[in-house]
């Protein structure tokens, strides 16, 4: 043992047990299995380690030691693609699934936690080293607080308003609302829908939120957590009894149509506003600023 051997222990259990922190297991979450989440913290507990060795590492002069952490970065990235190839593999098994912009998502979140513990455990460390063990304390409990703040994203409620809507069927057409939905011409389906489908309509609270929710990504992932969430009535090869979501080309709207084991429309509706937003989703178009003005 060394003057070192204390910071460094801090810094590795504060950052593993802030990456058991950031296990959010739920309806939406991968992974949802024990060997997925030893992984994971496996590679939590390393990530740990490297920011926790950092600060004596340059203390000691031995910059060549802080090159592994361009080493861990490339793991973390293997990481990435691991659980992007697994999850597509088993999307496709899905009843209703994720898209590959919600797997896109999941897979980014898995490897920037690995980045968070390593921020933590470097802040927990440098402060232990530099002033004493509460310092370290404080700084741990700051660092955990920045780190909470980037770990979740926004909510489909922050930018949109859910309501119930309508299922109904003008001829063979059927409607949320007066959203268009699709085409089914058979009567024991139409029957099946009006029995047990329900239908919401999302509205955008401006301009750019109405861009994000036409995203077809974004849209397919309000689908699979209401299918996960609620359950879904339908097997394989029933295609007209498919949820879907639709959008209103006037005004952007979308309407919603799912038909759920679980027919509870407020438990839908909670479940819509908890959606995340998927970065790969937000659109900003009234920041777009005019280019070429000026110009002659």
């Not at 990456?19 to 939590?44: E, K, N, S, V």
């Not at 490339?74 to 693609?81: D, G, Y």
Request: neutral net charge; charged residues 20%.
């Amino acid at each position: 043992m060394n003057e070192y051997t204390f910071s460094i222990l801090f810094g590795v259990t504060v950052g593993t047990l802030s990456r058991i922190y950031m296990f959010r297991t739920d309806y939406r979450q991968y992974p949802t299995y024990p060997h997925g989440m030893i992984i994971h913290l496996a590679l939590g507990f390393i990530a740990a380690a490297l920011g926790a060795l950092v600060v004596p590492s340059i203390m000691e002069e031995e910059f060549t030691a802080v090159t592994f952490l361009t080493l861990a970065a490339s793991q973390f990235r293997e990481v990435r693609n691991m659980e992007r190839k697994t999850l597509n593999e088993m999307d496709s098994l899905e009843l209703v699934p994720r898209g590959a912009s919600y797997i896109e998502g999941i897979a980014v979140t898995f490897e920037g936690r690995n980045y968070l513990v390593i921020f933590i455990s470097f802040v927990s460390s440098l402060a232990y080293l530099s002033v004493n063990l509460w310092a370290a304390c404080i700084a741990a409990f700051l660092a955990f607080l920045v780190a909470k703040k980037y770990m979740t994203g926004s909510r489909l409620g922050e930018i949109a308003e859910v309501e119930q809507a309508t299922v109904s069927f003008d001829g063979a057409g059927l409607y949320v609302d007066n959203i268009y939905i699709m085409n089914i011409g058979i009567p024991v389906r139409q029957q099946e829908i009006l029995k047990h489908g329900l239908g919401f309509v999302i509205n955008p609270k401006n301009f750019d939120a109405r861009s994000t929710i036409g995203n077809l990504g974004q849209r397919q992932a309000i689908l699979h957590d209401l299918a996960i969430s609620l359950g879904v009535y339908r097997d394989s090869g029933t295609p007209a009894l498919v949820p879907l979501i639709k959008r209103d080309l006037d005004d952007g709207r979308i309407g919603i149509f799912i038909l759920p084991q679980n027919k509870s429309a407020d438990l839908a509706m909670k479940v819509i506003t908890q959606v995340p937003t998927l970065e790969n989703a937000i659109r900003m178009p009234t920041e777009t600023k005019e280019k070429g003005s000026g110009q002659s």
